[in-house]
């Protein structure tokens, strides 16, 4: 046992030593919050923590993979998420929720644990579409009509699907994950130009014909969120109090009162920001944001020393998730995005969640060793 504990450490000490760090520290906050949350009420807190621990292994074995030679099997890992996301489709798990809110996105694995296949899919389009978008750079086609209508299509693919579930806020963040590759790749200018034309002429349309009454109920009551106070509106007024009611430096972790109470509805998930505000104030949610943006600032770091391109944008691609996620996320605990169930990464409740960042972070990680592997030897 102590042998396995100390190679553990050991390929742990491989990787880049601040990026683990901010990682460790990420979650010893993250656990922390969700302790105070679950209280008397234990369950959160230990789905969280076999989480994290799962987590930081597959994140040490994907470290000590070949992210080269993963990528290289991009097709196989395409057809299997697809896979995944149509079992999911047709055997999953429904959740009813208030206002309608009726989502098939889960999957019951044995001993009755449910999983959320989108959130590793996401990780795997990470790889794919950074070795699609890879492979047409190299060949020096990327700008070409023919290979846009490919890219696009790709990413539609995971888009719809989880559209199909009931689940449009992680096909939001598909479409951000593709716009950050594509961006730094060097996609020109005119294409995401029309394509921002066409999002907004398709607004119609989505309104009329794609969105469920209780997410047209929720843009409205974006505009209004005393429309309807104690329903669609409820969760962000009581987020917005809880976060306010902090003010510098909180009432303290474990005493707050709005948070043992359950006042903001799924706090231990998509408004964990709202207990930091509540007990720690200012100072724990300006924390939450720093650690975020230390990771990114990392990830940006590795990505442009990478030895390839395809290193560069599977970087880019945890850069956008996490980025993005983390600012639906505040915007809808400010009030100043719909909800639209969008957890904060690392952060929120939710095993799946949780475990499949830190697939990301590994193989961040192994780009990190990559590209120093690369680097010639001064003698």
């Known amino acids: 046992m102590l042998k396995v504990i100390k ?24 656990l922390l919050l969700i302790k105070s949350v679950s209280r008397e009420r234990t369950s959160f807190f230990i789905l969280q923590f076999i989480a994290v621990v799962a987590g930081f292994i597959c ?50 694995l044995p001993g009755g644990i449910t999983f959320q296949p989108s959130e590793l899919v996401k990780i795997g389009f990470i790889i794919t579409f950074s070795k699609h978008i890879s492979n047409l750079k190299n060949k020096g086609k990327i700008n070409e009509f023919k290979s846009i209508v490919f890219l696009c299509l790709h990413v539609l693919v ?66 209004n969120p005393e429309m309807d106070p104690l329903n669609m509106g409820y969760q962000q007024i009581q987020g917005k ?68 391109d395809l290193g560069t944008y599977i970087c880019f691609g945890l850069i956008g998730l996490v980025a993005c996620q983390t600012i639906f996320n505040l915007g809808m605990c400010l009030s100043l995005l719909p909800v639209m169930g969008v957890t904060l990464p690392f952060f929120s409740s939710g095993g799946s969640s949780t475990a499949c960042l830190y697939l990301g972070i590994g193989i961040i990680q192994n780009v990190y060793l990559t590209q120093n592997r690369a680097m010639p030897q001064n003698n």
């Open 7 to 30: 190679n553990f450490f050991n390929y742990l000490s491989f990787g880049d030593k601040f990026l683990w760090t901010i990682i460790a520290i990420i979650s010893s906050y993250s």
């Open 241 to 308: 109090l809880s976060i306010g009611s902090g003010g510098i430096s909180g009432c303290g972790l474990f005493k707050g009162e709005r948070v043992a109470n359950g006042v903001v509805p799924i706090q231990e998930s998509d408004f964990i920001f709202s207990v930091a505000g509540e007990e720690l104030g200012f100072i724990g949610c300006f924390l939450i944001i720093f650690l975020l943006f230390l990771l990114i600032l990392k990830a940006l770091i590795i990505a442009k020393k990478s030895c390839d």
């Open 158 to 223: 995971p888009v719809i699907l989880t559209h199909m579930q009931g689940d449009d806020g992680a096909a939001v963040i598909f479409l951000c994950i593709a716009m950050f590759i594509a961006f730094i790749a060097g996609i020109k200018i005119r294409y995401f130009v029309s394509a921002i034309i066409l999002g907004v002429a398709s607004v119609p349309l989505a309104w009329n014909y794609i969105l469920a009454d209780y997410q047209k109920q929720r843009i409205l009551n974006q505009v």
């Open 59 to 108: 994140a040490i074995v994907l470290q000590s993979l070949n992210y080269q030679a993963l990528a290289g099997k991009y097709k196989i890992i395409f057809a299997l998420c697809v896979l995944l996301m149509i079992y999911t489709l047709i055997f999953g798990i429904t959740v009813e929720g208030l206002s309608g809110i009726n989502a098939r996105a889960w999957i019951k």
